[in-house]
DNA sequence: TGTACATCAGTGAACGCGCGTTCACTGATGTAC
DNA sequence: TGTACATCAGTGAACGCGCGTTCACTGATGTAC
């Protein structure tokens, strides 16, 4: 457990460097929040100097698009699982189900959660190539739900949002997006995810009829 | 329009220089976004040296809290004039009308909507007392609004929030939220508020039977 | 297998920035008499 | 109405902090021959 601070030869390469930082990124973020995650404080619980991750990354930006990337991946399989498991049943049960894992990654990760939506790293012009690629694929797993379709026919790039899809959608990143910030109160997460299964059983979404 | 800035008199005293700030914290919170908010900034901004707000709030999250309360009270009045502009009618149009409010108030200044819910300002136990009185407040017409009910014997500081209630509160702020992060995509206030109400109108929240 | 050398992945001192905070001070204002 | 004085609402210089960034440097690693 403890650490050789005078340890002779303490690794002048790191050797996975990059990766252990967007590792620390998230368990900061998770504990402190993101105006927490300093590339100089990363340094320092690393034990290397304070210029190391200016290697590896131009900013804290492409540091945290990183880890809200991962937030990406994370949902896009939990959804695509969801999805799995609720096959062939009705439409409410895929709903159900999906519902529960979007909520249920945002509230294993909360504060990931909310840097995934609320940072305003998606909206950038110079929004890094892979956050633009994972959160892609998690709004077409979220489409292809929405729209009770394979998927295969919705273009990430261009797909248009329309109600009443969005309702289900909306109805999730509400429940989670209220409970993380506290405004549901203090709330264990089994009982959020019991709360969000009802909360999605008492709802229909009508679909109207196609209009001509 | 130009600032005489050798101007003889300059106000030593300011005379209103807290609700300057206040307005001054609102105005650039929107521009900028809550990490532009500083108190030398905003000192800087009216004119003053930037010892001067220290006079008036403790610390940058008193001064934020002031803002955020401002936001509930907007919030608790537009809720109000949405019930009762839509007094009378049957249940779905109290929610329409309301939820249409609701993300009305969100879009007119998002960056202070996420002040508001996001912060965590709320969640501390220091949390200054005004703006506990009115969030408190806009709560309890949210839940008289889910409940359908008067409202006046809900207890702002004990109330239990319950599903079906929470619904359309969820997907509202789901919807005001997803919007003011950008993930509907580039989409414009008004049309915004047409795709809140169309998801509200094909939504049914059922009022399950009551439990013994 | 050994050696030379380029490149990788760091170090650590230095710099400048904006921030909040403190502190001795001071001009403006209100009040008592 | 005039004066004395307390209080209010600031000023502005100074300090320390943590941050990102730069820069000359260097130890470790990989590759060519």
New interface residues.
């Given amino acids: 457990m403890s650490r050789p601070l005078n340890k002779k030869s303490p690794a002048y390469h790191h050797g996975d460097l990059r990766n252990a930082l967007v590792h620390e990124a998230s368990v900061i973020l998770e504990q402190h929040?993101v105006d927490a995650v300093t590339l100089r404080g990363l340094a320092r619980a690393l034990g290397v100097s304070h210029a190391a991750p200016g290697y590896h990354f131009a900013d804290r930006e492409e540091l945290l698009s990183e880890v809200a990337a991962d937030g990406f991946v994370e949902l896009w399989q939990e959804l695509e699982a969801a999805i799995e498991a609720s096959a062939g049943q009705e439409a409410v049960r895929v709903q159900v189900s999906s519902g529960m894992a979007y909520v249920g990654v945002a509230l294993r990760r909360p504060q990931r959660f909310?840097l995934m939506?609320?940072s305003?790293l998606?909206?950038r012009d110079d929004c890094p190539e892979r956050l633009r690629t994972e959160s892609s694929r998690a709004y077409a797993a979220l489409m292809r739900i929405a729209h009770g379709r394979s998927g295969l026919d919705i273009d990430p790039a261009t797909y248009?949002?329309d109600?009443?899809e969005?309702?289900t959608?909306?109805?999730?990143?509400?429940?989670a997006?209220?409970s993380i910030?506290?405004?549901?109160?203090p709330i264990e997460p089994t009982d959020m995810l019991t709360?969000v299964r009802?909360?999605l059983e008492?709802?229909?979404?009508?679909?109207?009829a196609d209009v001509c």
Same sequence: chains 1, 2.
Avoid: C, N, Y
């Avoid at 959608?169 to 429940?175: N, Q």
């Avoid at 910030?181 to 109160?185: F, R, Y």
């Avoid at 008492?202 to 109207?208: F, N, Q």
């Fill in positions: 929040g909310k939506f609320s305003g998606l909206g248009r949002i109600q009443p969005l309702g959608w909306a109805l999730v990143h509400g429940l997006t209220l910030d506290g405004a549901l109160g709360l009802s909360v008492a709802t229909r979404l009508e679909k109207p």
